[in-house]
C-alpha cells in the first residue's frame, strides 16, 4: 500500500449538543481519489473541515506523510498543500480569472503581472480552461467557475484537493470535463478526497470509498467492490433490497382523479392534456427546458392559464391561485423547496401549520395545542431528524426539509399531489423514506404526478410515463414499454409510445380526457 499523505486517526468532534464525529478514521495517498459518502449529517463536511484547518479535532489526530500534524487555522492547512474547494465556489466574482488565480499575491508591477498573465495560462491549460485570463469570473459557467478553483489550488502546490458535491450545479458536458481533470490530477500524484452522494459519480471516480454512518466509520469498500446496494447497505445500516418499493399494480380502471383537457398557459402555445388516476404514480421526464416545472406551477395557480380546463374527480377546477388548488384537494411539493417550499427562518412547526391555519384555528386564533400536535405526529410519521418541532427548517438537512415540505400537505389530505424533483439534494437514506411515502400515499388512493430528470427515479418509481419536449407532451409509455432508450427518444423530439403526440391539442368536451383515459 502506498504511504498515506494524510490521515485522520480516531478524530472525534463535539459541537453543544451534538457528536459530530466520534472516533473517525481515514487515510488517502498520492494520486489516489478517495470517496467519502454518507446520508446528510453523517459527518462527512464535519470531518472534511478538521481536514482543511476550520476545525481543531477534540480528539485524535492528523497525520502528515506520516508525522503528527496540527492545523490551527485554515492557512496552516494551505501551507501544507491541503484545499478545500466548497460546493459553494469561494471566488472574487467582479475580477479577472488572472486575478483570482493570484489573490493575495499581487505585486502591482507591469512585468511581473505580464509574468502572472502566463502563469495563469499555464494553469488554466492544466486544468482545460479555454478562457481569457482577463475573462472576468462572474461571466463563466458553474463548471469554468469550478475549473478556476482547481487551477488555484494547483497554484497553491495542492497536494490534496478536497471536493464538496462538485458536480451539484453542473451540466453533464461539465462534470464530464471535471472527470477528466481529475484522472490528470491523479497522474501528477494529487490526493483527492470527493464528497458525493451521487453513487454513480463515485463509481466513476473512486479508487476506494469510506462510508460514514451517524458520525462513525461505517465501512470501506475498494474500487472492484463499489457497488449501489453495497454503498446503500453501509449508509443506511441496514439491506435495501429494493430502494424502490412500487409494486406497479394500479388499477386501470381506477377513479380518474385529476383531468386536463386543451390546457394553455401563458407563454406557451401548445395544448395539453393529460389524466391522473386514483392510485398511481406517474412519472414526467423530460430534459431541461421542456415545461414540465411549468405545467405543474399552471395546475397549481402559480402560472396563468389562458385555456383549457382542468377537472378534480369530474368536477370543473378553476385555479388562479395556489389557495384554489390547495382548497379543492390539489398540492405542489415544488423543485426549489428552499425558496418556494418552506420558510428557513421559521420553525418546524410554524411551517407545518401554515397552509393549515383554516384547520388549527378558531374565531381567528391559533390554538397551540393542535399546532404542536401536527408538528409532533408529522415529524414521528415521517421520522423528521430534529432537534424538535422548534428548530428551524434552514437547518435542517435536504432530506428532512423534503419531509416537512411534504408533512404540511399531508395535512389536508390532499387527492392530487405533484412532486417537482422530489429527491434532489437529498440522501440515498432520506430518498428510500420518500419513495415508500409516495407509495403509501398512491395505495391510499392519492394520484401522484412524479416529475424528475433522475432517470432511475422515473423508470423505478412509475406505473406510466408521460414525456415532455418543448411545451408539448411528446408521448406516453406504458410500464411494459418503459426503459430509457425510450424515455430518451421522446424527450429529444421522437415520438412513440401510444400513438403520436398523445392528449395532446383541443379538446372539445370536457369529458373527453376521462374518456381517453378510460380507453387506454
Known sequence: MAVPLIEAVGVSKRFPGVVALSGVSMHVAPGEVLAVVGENGAGKSTLMK?????????????RLDGKSIQFPGVPAALAAGIV?????????????????????????????LSAERVASRELMARVGLEASPDRIVGSLSPGQKQL?????????KARLIVFDEPTSSLTQRETD?????????????????????????VKRVADRVIVLRDGKNAGELPRERINHDALIRLMVGRDLKQLYPRNHQAKQDAQVRLAVNGLRREGCPHAVSLALRAGEI?????????????????????????????????VPLRVTHPREAMSAGLVLVPEDRRHHGLLLEFAI?????????????SMGWLLPGPIAKLARDTMERLRVRAFGPSQAAGQLSGGNQQKVVLGKWLARRPKVILFDEPTRGVDVGARSEIYALMDQLADAGTAVLMISSDMEEVLGMSDRVLVMHEGRLAGELSRGELNEEAVMRLATGGYGGKGDDPLVGRVSDRSTALRRADDR
Open 84 to 112: 478545500l474547494i466548497h460546493q459553494e465556489l469561494n471566488l472574487a466574482e467582479n475580477l479577472s480569472i488572472a486575478a483570482n488565480l493570484f489573490l493575495g499575491r499581487e505585486s502591482g508591477l507591469f512585468l511581473e
Open 148 to 156: 478556476v478553483e482547481i487551477a488555484r489550488a494547483l497554484r497553491a
Open 349 to 361: 412547526s410554524d411551517n407545518l401549520a401554515l397552509p393549515n391555519y383554516d384547520r388549527l384555528s
Open 50 to 62: 478538521v481536514l482543511a484547518g476550520i476545525y481543531t479535532p477534540d480528539e485524535g489526530e492528523l
Open 177 to 201: 470535463r471535471l472527470y477528466e481533470v481529475i484522472d490528470d490530477l491523479k497522474r501528477q500524484d494529487v490526493a483527492i478526497v470527493y464528497i458525493s452522494h451521487r453513487l454513480a459519480e
Open 282 to 314: 406517474v412519472g414526467m421526464a423530460g430534459l431541461v427546458g421542456a415545461g414540465r416545472t411549468e405545467l405543474a406551477e399552471t395546475l397549481f395557480g402559480v402560472r396563468r392559464i389562458t385555456s383549457g380546463e382542468v377537472l378534480l374527480d369530474g
